[in-house]
Every structure is written in structure tokens, then in C-alpha cells.
């Protein structure tokens, strides 16, 4: 069972359209990251929570929109896209955004924007 | 800029080989360096998280090393099964100035039955 939840796990959408990705995890980890992961390169930093708040926005444009509720919960909010913008979503946690820490990761959303 | 590079880029042995995966970083001032698999259009599992104060990690038939003053890693995997086929990634925390991690471009290991 992989620590970190993400649904869902396909999204097919059109450029005017608004919807949202979701993290759910329940292992306690406070710090909590957005990464996009275009075919065959590797993962790319986006966002980073920390205890909550965002502390980190890699000058990812303003039509990915994080979001995160409470500790278990990171939503990314998805509003008139770009067919460039299809790639692997993925979410990861950490126990703390502390160096030293294991870095968990969700099973991904692949996003196709038409 | 701390930048990881994995050799060889994609690699095929047949079942029952052992192997060995490298990892290299350009800036040794790291905390600590972890190996990923991912399989095709799935998320990345965590293998091994080795720190910086360490020299090896091992799970099952996976074993980790860091030099840490040479930049480099291995991870060497024992008796390699068809199962064991995916990309691995290195990633690394640290280095020119950065706490995040920074990745390689991974390693595509087939194992042939």
C-alpha cells in the first residue's frame, strides 16, 4: 500500500475546463509536494508545502492553483490548460520538509489536456 | 546548480544477472541520496535513502553505496528477476544551495526471462 493516495488516476480535459487533482495522505507527513513529470524525463519540482502553508512555487503558472486544507489533504486546481501542460502528476510527502527525511510519492495523475 | 547524471541511460541483462546502476552528482555537499523505481506511467516507490554520514543502505537484493567526496552511487541488485524491469531514479537533497531533490534522468532496466 503506497503511503500517499491520488486520485484520480487518469484526467482527460478540455482547455476551457476547470478541475482538480487530489493527495490524500494519513502518515503524518507535514510537509507536502507537487512535482510534473513530462514521458521519459525525470520528476519537476512545482509546489511545496510546509505545516500547511506554501513555501515553495517553482514560477509555475498561474493556472495551477495548490491548495491544502488540512495536513492530509493537497489539492491542485486546474484551470484552462494548455495541451503542453499533459504530463504525470505527481504528489509526495515527507514526514518534515527537512533534509534528512524520506521522500514518499503517490502512484500519479496522468493529465491530458485536448 | 546541482546536477545528477545516471549511466547508462537503459540496460538489459538476462534473469538471474547481478548488475550495478550508477549515479553521479555534480556538487558533494548533499544530505542524503535516495533511489526510486518507477514503472511505466506509474508513480515513483522509494528503494533505498542513504544519508550523507552513510556509506551503504541494503533492502533484500538491493544494496546502495554513496561516496559521498566522489559524487557518486551504486545500486546493486542481486539475482535480478523479469519483475525487477523499470526505470530507477537517483535523487539526491542538497548541493548548490538547494533542499529539494534533484533528479536523474533514470536508468530503463529490462530483464530478459
Known amino acids: 500500500d503506497t503511503e500517499v493516495t491520488q486520485t484520480p488516476k487518469h484526467l482527460v480535459m478540455g482547455m476551457t475546463n476547470k478541475k482538480s487533482l487530489k493527495c490524500e495522505q494519513h502518515?503524518?507527513?507535514?510537509?507536502m509536494y507537487w512535482y510534473k513529470q513530462k514521458a521519459k524525463k525525470p520528476p519537476e519540482l512545482m509546489f511545496v508545502y510546509s505545516y500547511e502553508k506554501l513555501s515553495i512555487n517553482e514560477s509555475v503558472p498561474s493556472r495551477f492553483s495548490p491548495e491544502c486544507p488540512n495536513s492530509s489533504l493537497l489539492n491542485l486546481h486546474l484551470h484552462a490548460l494548455q495541451p503542453e501542460d499533459s504530463a504525470l502528476y505527481l504528489c509526495?510527502?515527507?514526514?518534515?520538509?527537512?533534509?534528512?527525511?524520506?521522500?514518499?510519492f503517490g502512484q500519479g495523475t496522468r493529465l491530458t489536456v485536448v | 546548480k546541482q546536477e545528477v547524471t545516471q549511466i547508462p541511460a537503459a540496460l538489459s541483462v538476462p534473469e538471474g544477472e547481478n548488475l550495478v546502476l550508477n549515479c553521479s552528482f555534480t556538487d558533494s555537499a548533499i544530505y542524503n541520496l535516495q533511489w526510486f523505481r518507477q514503472d511505466p506511467g506509474k508513480g515513483l516507490t522509494s528503494l533505498l535513502l542513504i544519508q550523507s554520514s552513510q556509506r551503504e543502505q541494503t533492502s533484500g537484493r538491493l544494496n546502495a553505496s554513496l561516496d559521498k567526496s566522489s559524487g557518486r552511487s551504486t545500486l546493486y541488485i542481486a539475482a535480478s528477476q523479469p519483475g525487477d524491469s523499470a526505470t530507477y531514479l537517483c535523487?539526491?537533497?542538497?548541493?548548490?544551495?538547494?533542499?529539494?531533490?534533484?533528479f536523474g534522468k533514470g536508468t530503463k532496466l529490462s530483464v530478459i526471462p
Open positions: 502518515m503524518g507527513h507535514r510537509a
Open positions: 535523487a539526491v537533497t542538497g548541493g548548490a544551495g538547494s533542499y529539494q531533490l534533484t
Open positions: 509526495a510527502g515527507k514526514h518534515r520538509d527537512g533534509v534528512n527525511t524520506e521522500a514518499f
